[in-house]
């Protein structure tokens, strides 16, 4: 999905007006480049605020991941899964930019550099963990904090070294996996013994 930087957002229907960043593809220019530490630093704690929560996912055009493995992207020892949800940044002029949140496996991998116009709005924004920027990635939810309570995104060290082990499994029960959420709480399984099983992951299959 290709909209070139600081264009309108038009991905989907927003009763705000937005600008584009970072919304990447093949066969289509990007500028290279540094950008500052400071900048990565604070952009990084918006990566805890997910919007437009999608039940599928993007992969980075330019990389080979398997078809039902979650993009990541590792900073200062951090690992979040993206690719599924976008970002929402206010500058202080009222601007707001609707950023994939890719954004950070474009830097770190392929050297993508954001405009001059977002760097800045981001050095100069309120810092995103207070109530203030909460409340306002709320709104847009319309209330709804299932992604926002808990850090959602991020992967724990447990889950890490699951993955080392392997990727999720191509078949539940002889039925092939065609898609699985983010690893989260998806609720408890109580059985007829009383006995409990939480659920951490919900999959999509297909069976003969």
């Given at each position: 999905m290709y909209f070139?930087?600081?264009?309108?957002?038009?991905?989907?229907?927003?009763e705000i007006e937005m600008k584009n960043v970072a919304w990447l593809e093949k066969g289509h220019l990007f500028k290279t480049g540094e950008v500052p530490s400071e900048f990565k630093d604070k952009l990084w704690k918006y990566m805890r605020y997910p919007v437009r929560v999608c039940r599928g996912f993007q992969r980075c055009p330019f990389c080979s991941l398997g078809k039902n493995e979650i993009p990541t992207t590792t900073y200062n020892g951090q690992t979040r899964r993206v690719g599924y949800y976008e970002?929402?940044?206010?500058?202080?002029d009222d601007t707001v930019y609707a950023v994939t949140s890719l954004i950070f496996h474009y830097m770190e991998s392929h050297?993508?550099?954001?405009?001059?116009?977002?760097?800045?709005?981001?050095m100069n924004s309120d810092d995103p963990d207070n109530?203030?920027?909460?409340?306002?990635v709320l709104s847009?939810?319309?209330g709804y904090d299932f992604w926002l309570e808990t850090d959602r995104t991020m992967v724990d060290g447990s889950e890490a070294d699951k993955?080392?082990?392997?990727?999720?499994p191509d078949t539940l029960n002889s039925a092939k996996v065609l898609f699985y959420t983010p690893k989260g709480?998806?609720?408890d399984v109580i059985f007829n013994d009383g006995t409990k099983s939480h659920i951490s992951y919900m999959a999509i299959c297909r069976s003969d």
């Open positions: 070139k930087d600081l264009t309108p957002y038009k991905y989907f229907e927003s970002l929402r940044v206010w500058g202080n050297r993508y550099k954001p405009p001059k116009e977002f760097i800045e709005a981001v109530d203030d920027y909460y409340n306002r847009l939810e319309k993955r080392s082990a392997g990727p999720f709480n998806y609720g």
